[in-house]
């Protein structure tokens, strides 16, 4: 069972039956997922007692989330239209043209040169059976200073296509239209939270 750290004491002094019962309340009855069948298995915040209701009002929207939820999608959905602006687009072209001349695989976002380090250090983990296995010291050495290398390039990069700053203030001008467009959804929304 999982208390909040202010309620220990209060739980402590309950007995056994009331124990269970403020357990219930908090977390409520959602099955855990069986093992091997996680992929099939859906969270149910209905399910989920106190904690499943907080969850809802304050990371699914509540009610308030619901009755915004196309315009929350539409906010969501401002950072992908943003980095596929033609400016976006070629600067991070540019940048990836500049690691690619400096002797690395093809990225073509900037995140996907964090994603392959971590599947250089996953390889040196995994055994033949994709069981964990010890790792070879000197072969993560190699990688650490494969790592401090890429990093170094990439900040070369960064700097030598304006990547980062090109790509910040084109989201700024995707924000900014949005809100634009959008004044009086946005202001209702606000307003509508605040009479929670």
Same mark, same amino acid.
Request: net charge negative.
């Given at each position: 069972?999982? *208390?909040?750290?202010?309620?220990?004491?209060?739980?402590?002094?309950?007995?056994?039956?009331?124990?269970?019962?403020?357990?219930?309340?908090?977390?409520?009855?959602?099955?855990?997922?069986?093992?091997?069948?996680?992929?099939?298995?859906?969270?149910?915040?209905?399910?989920?007692? =106190?904690?499943?209701?907080?969850?809802?009002?304050?990371?699914?929207?509540?009610?308030?989330?619901?009755? *915004?939820?196309?315009?929350?999608?539409?906010?969501?959905?401002?950072?992908?239209?943003?980095?596929?602006?033609?400016?976006?687009?070629?600067?991070?072209?540019?940048?990836?043209? =500049?690691?690619?001349?400096?002797?690395?695989?093809? *990225?073509?976002?900037?995140?996907?040169?964090?994603?392959?380090?971590?599947?250089?250090?996953?390889?040196?983990?995994?055994?033949?059976?994709?069981?964990?296995?010890?790792?070879?010291?000197?072969?993560?050495?190699?990688?650490?200073?494969?790592?401090?290398?890429?990093?170094?390039?990439?900040?070369? =990069?960064?700097?030598?296509?304006?990547?980062?700053?090109?790509?910040?203030?084109?989201?700024?001008?995707?924000?900014?239209? *949005?809100?634009?467009?959008?004044?009086?959804?946005?202001?209702?929304?606000?307003?509508?939270?605040?009479?929670?």
């Amino acid at each position: 069972m999982r *208390f909040q750290e202010s309620n220990a004491e209060y739980v402590a002094a309950l007995s056994p039956v009331e124990r269970e019962a403020y357990s219930a309340a908090l977390e409520g009855d959602q099955p855990e997922p069986e093992p091997g069948k996680e992929a099939e298995w859906t969270y149910a915040w209905e399910q989920n007692g =106190c904690t499943g209701q907080a969850t809802y009002e304050v990371y699914l929207g509540g009610a308030v989330g619901e009755q *915004f939820a196309a315009l929350k999608d539409e906010a969501s959905a401002v950072w992908g239209q943003a980095m596929a602006d033609p400016a976006a687009v070629a600067a991070r072209a540019a940048w990836d043209v =500049c690691l690619v001349d400096a002797g690395y695989p093809r *990225f073509v976002e900037r995140f996907d040169a964090e994603d392959w380090i971590s599947e250089q250090a996953n390889a040196l983990q995994a055994g033949p059976d994709g069981e964990w296995v010890p790792t070879d010291p000197e072969a993560l050495a190699d990688l650490r200073q494969t790592e401090i290398d890429l990093a170094l390039a990439d900040l070369d =990069c960064q700097e030598a296509t304006d990547v980062e700053r090109i790509e910040r203030e084109t989201y700024l001008e995707y924000q900014q239209e *949005f809100v634009d467009a959008h004044r009086a959804e946005l202001d209702a929304w606000v307003e509508r939270w605040a009479e929670q």
